[in-house]
Nanobody, 126 residues
Framework: QVQLVESGGGLVQTGGSLRLSCVAS????????MAWFRQAPGREREFVAA????????YYAEFVQGRFTISRDNAKNTVYLQMNTLKPEDTAVYYC???????????????????WGQGTQVTVSS
């Protein structure tokens, strides 16, 4: 089992920045990749970014447009999402997820991930 806890969400104005953190615990040695998803009211959960645990390869959704950066600190079992130039459409609950079953390919669909955090709210005011 892997437990994930997100933090760092909050209220920010358009153009502002936030850094989200996700701390993993439990059987973290089994993780292949960690990712960030987001879900706005009335919307489906969508992929934001992912990073492989060992190699640090990064993958981003098209809408990121260079504004977000995912990173990880293996020693701290923590993954981060630095979000800059935030827009109102970025408003959502952001979830951290871990993939322990896939090797060699980073997935971008929610069903591909095995463990999820509780989510942290990001609100961008217009």
């Amino acid at each position: 089992q892997v437990q994930l806890v997100e933090s760092g969400g909050g209220l920010v104005q358009t153009g502002g920045s936030l850094r989200l953190s996700c701390v993993a615990s439990g059987r973290t040695f089994s993780m292949y990749a960690m990712a960030w998803f987001r879900q706005a009211p009335g919307r489906e959960r969508e992929f934001v970014a992912a990073i492989t645990w060992s190699g640090g390869r990064r993958y981003y959704a098209e809408f990121v447009q260079g504004r977000f950066t995912i990173s990880r600190d293996n020693a701290k079992n923590t993954v981060y999402l630095q979000m800059n130039t935030l827009k109102p459409e970025d408003t959502a609950v952001y979830y951290c997820a871990a993939d322990v079953t896939t090797l060699g390919v980073v997935r971008t669909t929610p069903g591909s991930y095995d463990y999820w955090g509780q989510g942290t709210q990001v609100t961008v005011s217009s």
